[in-house]
């Protein structure tokens, strides 16, 4: 079992940063994939970054070269550096983790917002 605690949300101005930290819990950090993903109010939840084990990163089209994910094994957490943002980065944030090795074993945190807006 993988608690996962989502920190650093808030309201932001267009082209400001935010940073989100995900604190992990309850197992071995380092054997997991993290990820964070995103759902605004009316749309499906999506991609935004992921990193393996091994610190090989994905990242969503639509957030490519403005936001940067990072893991830290030695403190058990996952950090999403967030820049230039703009008013549809606006929604709901979920920190993400996968067992490499069992993939059933998943886990979600329960979420913070970000809002964009002048």
């Known amino acids: 079992q993988v608690q996962l605690v989502e920190s650093g949300g808030g309201l932001v101005q267009p082209g400001g940063s935010l940073r989100l930290s995900c604190a992990a819990s309850?197992?071995?950090?380092?054997?997991?994939?993290m990820g964070w993903y995103r759902q605004a109010p009316g749309k499906q939840r999506e991609l935004v970054a992921t990193?393996?084990?091994?610190?090989?990163?994905n990242y969503g089209d639509s957030v490519k070269g403005r936001f940067t994910i990072s893991r830290d094994n030695a403190k058990n957490t996952v950090y999403l550096q967030m820049n230039s943002l703009k008013p549809e980065d606006t929604a709901v944030y979920y920190c993400?983790?996968?067992?490499?090795?069992?993939?059933?074993?998943?886990?979600w945190g329960q979420g913070t917002q970000v809002t964009v807006s002048s």
């Open positions: 309850g197992s071995i950090f380092s054997m997991y994939a």
């Open positions: 990193i393996t084990s091994g610190s090989s990163t």
């Open positions: 993400n983790a996968v067992n490499e090795l069992l993939r059933e074993y998943e886990y």
